[in-house]
């Protein structure tokens, strides 16, 4: 399937008469019929019922025309932006980041990107495996997170390791307390992110599994904030780091943990051996300072 028959697609769609379709295409109706016959072929649905007074959409046909219609939409979106910045000759730089680093510094950094008159900033919220297949393509070119991946390709700096915190619903037995993580595994517990591992969700249960104790795993989510949702619904408990305690939510309460040296690590991942460019050393200077205030207590 090319690009030119979800073009040829939409226009007989919106016709719905390929003698019409074809002259807006500037093509003869022969070839535009056998190139609409074709798609409907690898699709293996019929796209258009035919009969004598014209053509209509199939229940499949509509379908496929709102995604269709999404598709275009996007590419026409994508090359209008790629326009822009070449004319602009501003430079793309690309970072990626999973949820729980976004409620500390990181925002700090992105807003002092964005204020470079030629930089276009483009985020995305990865895991960190999804961050160092990103960084291996191209699309982003720094990452934020939590996991540590062994890849000759990418390099993975730890910034810092903050404390993890337990999430509890409020009025919870254990909301005034600074729990150990053996009270906690007597409560049935939330995990995030579901999908893909690994993740923070291994950390998690390895923290437990290291310490001889067994969870009960009540709900697997994919998004923190469903996570959260899910401690605020007493369903369970969760371990986020103490970033996340700045999310404030009705039904949750966030309590420091008893066991020493129960941390979570934020990583910046970069391709490896790459001469970094001037938007990277700026990004680099940048993220020195905010790690630097963070070791040194000058940022909560």
Same mark, same amino acid.
């Given at each position: 399937?090319?690009?030119?028959?979800?073009?040829?697609?939409?226009?007989?769609?919106?016709?719905?008469?390929?003698?019409?379709?074809?002259?807006?295409?500037?093509?003869?109706?022969?070839?535009?019929?056998?190139?609409?016959?074709?798609?409907?072929?690898?699709?293996?649905?019929?796209?258009?019922?035919?009969?004598?007074?014209?053509?209509?959409?199939?229940?499949?046909?509509? =379908?496929?025309?709102?995604?269709?219609?999404?598709?275009?939409?996007?590419?026409?979106?994508?090359?209008?932006?790629?326009?822009?910045?070449?004319?602009?000759?501003?430079?793309?730089?690309?970072?990626?980041?999973?949820?729980?680093?976004?409620?500390?510094?990181?925002?700090?950094?992105?807003?002092?990107?964005?204020?470079?008159?030629?930089?276009?900033?483009?985020?995305?919220?990865?895991?960190?495996?999804?961050?160092?297949?990103?960084?291996?393509?191209?699309?982003?070119?720094?990452?934020?997170?939590?996991?540590?991946?062994?890849?000759?390709?990418?390099?993975?700096?730890?910034?810092?390791?903050?404390?993890?915190?337990?999430?509890?619903?409020?009025?919870?037995?254990?909301?005034?307390?600074?729990?150990?993580?053996?009270?906690?595994?007597?409560?049935?517990?939330?995990?995030?992110?579901?999908?893909?591992?690994?993740?923070?969700?291994?950390?998690?249960?390895?923290?437990?599994?290291?310490?001889?104790?067994?969870?009960?795993?009540?709900?697997?989510?994919?998004?923190?904030?469903?996570?959260?949702? =899910?401690?605020?619904?007493?369903?369970?408990?969760?371990?986020?780091?103490?970033?996340?305690?700045?999310?404030?939510?009705?039904?949750?309460?966030?309590?420091?943990?008893?066991?020493?040296?129960?941390?979570?690590?934020?990583?910046?991942?970069?391709?490896?051996?790459?001469?970094?460019?001037?938007?990277?050393?700026?990004?680099?200077?940048?993220?020195?300072?905010?790690?630097?205030?963070?070791?040194?207590?000058?940022?909560?």
């Amino acid at each position: 399937m090319e690009l030119r028959h979800l073009r040829y697609f939409c226009v007989v769609a919106e016709e719905l008469n390929l003698t019409r379709a074809a002259t807006r295409l500037h093509m003869a109706q022969p070839p535009l019929s056998r190139q609409i016959k074709q798609l409907e072929g690898e699709i293996g649905a019929e796209l258009f019922e035919r009969s004598a007074r014209g053509l209509r959409l199939t229940p499949a046909g509509q =379908l496929f025309h709102e995604h269709t219609l999404q598709i275009m939409e996007k590419l026409d979106t994508t090359i209008a932006a790629t326009q822009r910045l070449a004319r602009s000759k501003r430079v793309m730089f690309g970072i990626g980041f999973v949820p729980s680093v976004f409620y500390g510094q990181l925002p700090l950094l992105v807003r002092e990107l964005r204020q470079k008159d030629n930089v276009e900033l483009v985020l995305a919220e990865l895991t960190t495996v999804q961050q160092v297949q990103a960084l291996k393509s191209g699309r982003i070119d720094m990452g934020f997170g939590r996991m540590r991946i062994d890849d000759p390709d990418v390099e993975q700096e730890n910034l810092f390791d903050e404390p993890l915190m337990a999430a509890l619903p409020e009025g919870h037995p254990l909301a005034d307390t600074v729990p150990t993580l053996a009270q906690l595994a007597e409560y049935p517990l939330v995990l995030f992110p579901a999908q893909p591992r690994p993740s923070l969700a291994d950390m998690t249960l390895g923290l437990f599994r290291r310490r001889g104790l067994k969870v009960t795993v009540a709900q697997e989510a994919n998004e923190l904030q469903t996570a959260l949702g =899910l401690v605020a619904s007493e369903i369970g408990i969760t371990l986020v780091p103490e970033q996340v305690k700045r999310v404030r939510r009705d039904g949750i309460v966030y309590v420091y943990l008893a066991d020493p040296g129960l941390t979570s690590p934020v990583i910046c991942s970069r391709r490896k051996g790459e001469a970094p460019s001037p938007i990277m050393q700026e990004a680099n200077a940048i993220l020195e300072v905010l790690v630097e205030n963070r070791r040194s207590g000058r940022y909560p």
